[in-house]
């Protein structure tokens, strides 16, 4: 039988909401950056001429883009598999059974209640070198805001504080899904809780597993309020990441074009780091 016409018509009237948002809060400013990107651009966000990829060759000659560069790869080489490591283990810890088990879910998704700024302020007293209690509390004299290595390592401190919490909840998710019968007759064969994780659960959680390591690594590409907040990018431009160098680019020094090209920049890297993780994930994660 032959669909009315309102029938077929109804689900793109039901997505339109959606896709304006869309084209208004994502679409358009990205095609905007672009365009800024490849023009010289007034103070009042004109752009005046073409340049092409001039501002592109000024950028990647320039030292304070390379370091900012290599502080973001640091970064995201430390955080990532920090925080996979922490969040599935406290997921693990979590999914026991005990009365303690409840205790620790409250515990590991309290996080997610704080706000981000309140977080990061919170973290900034805690780890004051003269009056922090980190210091105090582990008889320790170390400069966290003006060592490079204590400063990269605040970060990742901070940046698996703020995404333990979903994180988290992700694959406790996961972990409850995989079927108990199939837990118990693993652990009635003889298998011991490395193995039931290995050969059961980890193959079973890997979609959701895959999709965690997606979220961090864009995470960490993308990060700048615990940047802005904790270090302001010090001590001597040690933890100047690419966003944060977008920030006092475009919004500090009113450089909207080379700001626009650094954001550009970040967005094809991000693009294809997850690009190649998609591709792979196809092959090795089977979906039920």
């Known amino acids: 039988?032959?669909?009315?016409?309102?029938?077929?018509?109804?689900?793109?009237?039901?997505?339109?909401?959606?896709?304006?948002?869309?084209?208004?809060?994502?679409?358009?400013?990205?095609?905007?950056?672009?365009?800024?990107?490849?023009?010289t651009v007034s103070l009042q966000g004109q752009r005046l001429s073409f340049v092409g990829l001039e501002n592109y060759q000024r950028l990647f000659s320039n030292q304070s883009f390379q370091a900012s560069l290599s502080n973001t790869l640091r970064f995201t080489l430390y955080f990532v598999p920090t925080n996979l490591i922490v969040c599935l283990g406290a997921a693990l810890l979590s999914n026991?059974?005990?009365?303690?088990?409840?205790?620790?879910?409250?515990?590991?998704?309290?996080?997610?209640?704080?706000?981000?700024?309140?977080?990061?302020?919170?973290?900034?007293?805690?780890?004051?070198?003269?009056?922090?209690?980190?210091?105090?509390?582990?008889?320790?004299?170390?400069?966290?805001?003006?060592?490079?290595?204590?400063?990269?390592?605040?970060?990742v401190i901070a940046g698996v504080y703020l995404d333990i919490g979903l994180n988290f909840l992700l694959l406790q998710a996961a972990l409850r899904n995989v079927p108990s019968e199939l837990h118990e007759v693993a652990t009635i064969e003889g298998a011991n809780g490395f193995q039931v994780f290995r050969y059961l659960q980890a193959p079973l959680i890997a979609p959701t597993f895959v999709f965690v390591l997606m979220t961090n690594i864009k995470d960490a590409m993308l990060i700048s309020s615990p940047v802005l907040i904790l270090t302001e990018g010090g001590p001597f431009r040690s933890t100047q990441t690419l966003v944060y160098q977008m920030y006092l680019e475009g919004f500090k020094s009113g450089n909207y074009a080379m700001g626009s090209a650094i954001a550009t920049v970040?967005?094809?890297?991000?693009?294809?780091?997850l690009l190649l993780l998609l591709h792979l994930e196809r092959r090795r994660v089977y979906y039920q």
């Open 96 to 155: 026991r059974k005990g009365r303690l088990a409840t205790l620790n879910q409250v515990f590991f998704f309290l996080p997610m209640a704080v706000g981000l700024s309140s977080s990061m302020m919170i973290l900034k007293m805690m780890f004051n070198p003269s009056i922090g209690i980190i210091n105090q509390l582990f008889n320790t004299d170390i400069q966290w805001f003006n060592d490079k290595r204590a400063a990269m390592v605040l970060l």
């Open 1 to 39: 039988m032959k669909k009315k016409p309102a029938s077929l018509i109804k689900p793109y009237v039901l997505i339109l909401p959606a896709l304006a948002l869309a084209v208004v809060f994502a679409y358009r400013p990205f095609i905007l950056t672009l365009l800024n990107s490849l023009h």
């Open 266 to 273: 970040v967005f094809l890297l991000t693009f294809t780091v």
